[in-house]
């Protein structure tokens, strides 16, 4: 059974930093994609992040590049997402993902996490 368990969040300022974990189980990790969504209240799930199976190529939604840093330890079956420079906008519910693509692509991301609440006061 795969599991993905988030945690790290929370409530910060503006201007804060925060370091999300995704600790996976159940699967292979080092053969899998690992991603970042966000989803604000109202909106749809939307792309944050990803890295690839060797964590040695990255990629990031505009709105968050040169703030968050995605990152992953396969000897530990943990993924990373190193949020700073948090601004109000980037409040929302933040889930892992894992797909055996190299993909951005919500719909081809076929494990997800229970999700990790941050809110960001101004």
């Known amino acids: 059974q795969v599991q993905l368990v988030e945690s790290g969040g929370g409530l910060v300022q503006a201007g804060g930093s925060l370091r999300l974990s995704c600790a996976a189980s159940g699967l292979p990790f080092s053969r899998y994609t690992m991603g970042w969504f966000r989803q604000a209240p109202g909106k749809e799930r939307e792309f944050v992040a990803a890295?690839?199976?060797?964590?040695?190529?990255?990629y990031y939604d505009d709105s968050v590049k040169g703030r968050f840093t995605i990152s992953r330890d396969n000897a530990e079956n943990t993924a990373y997402l190193q949020m700073n420079n948090l601004r109000p906008e980037d409040t929302a519910v933040y889930y892992c993902?894992?797909?055996?693509?190299?993909?951005?692509?919500?719909?081809?991301?076929?494990?997800w996490g229970q999700g990790t609440q941050i809110t960001v006061s101004s």
């Open positions: 993902a894992a797909a055996r693509l190299l993909t951005t692509t919500l719909s081809h991301y076929t494990s």
């Open positions: 890295i690839n199976r060797s964590g040695d190529s990255t």
